[in-house]
């Protein structure tokens, strides 16, 4: 897999795991674009993560919609998102588990160069 030019060197880390199954992730509208999956890293290239460099490389999504849900509704700016569902196979990149202190279903998702998130994902939830 090729991967985009702004991942750090060992990026996804080597405890990644190729990306399967169902998850879920927080987009503005019924219509999901690209934009639904822009990282941490792109949003604010000019930060410098450190040991998280990676992990900012990646999108967020949850293996539990409730998880996601939770995440609405204890951030703000979220609390309007729509919770969209995909599922992940070998072919869409890496994952890998890192739960936070409220989501503990929150994974890592490092997408390679040419795959179009936006295409594997439909809104499951207003």
């Not at 399967?20 to 992730?25: A, C, E, L, M, Q």
């Not at 998102?81 to 070998?90: H, S, Y």
């Not at 890592?108 to 936006?118: A, I, N």
């Amino acid at each position: 897999m090729q991967w985009p030019d702004h991942f750090p060197t060992n990026c996804p880390p080597k405890d990644a795991k190729p990306a399967s199954g169902d998850v879920f992730r927080l987009v503005k509208k019924n219509l999901i674009t690209n934009k639904d999956f822009i990282t941490l890293a792109q949003r604010k290239s000019d930060e410098d993560y450190g040991k998280d460099q990676c992990k900012a490389c990646g999108v967020s999504v949850y293996r539990d919609i409730n998880d996601a849900r939770k995440m609405r509704k204890r951030v703000r700016p979220m609390r309007k998102k729509k919770i969209a569902k995909g599922t992940l196979r070998p072919n869409l990149g890496y994952i890998l588990d890192t739960p936070s202190f409220h989501e503990k279903t929150h994974i890592t998702w490092w997408v390679p160069v040419g795959v179009k998130p936006q295409s594997i994902f439909s809104v499951v939830s207003p």
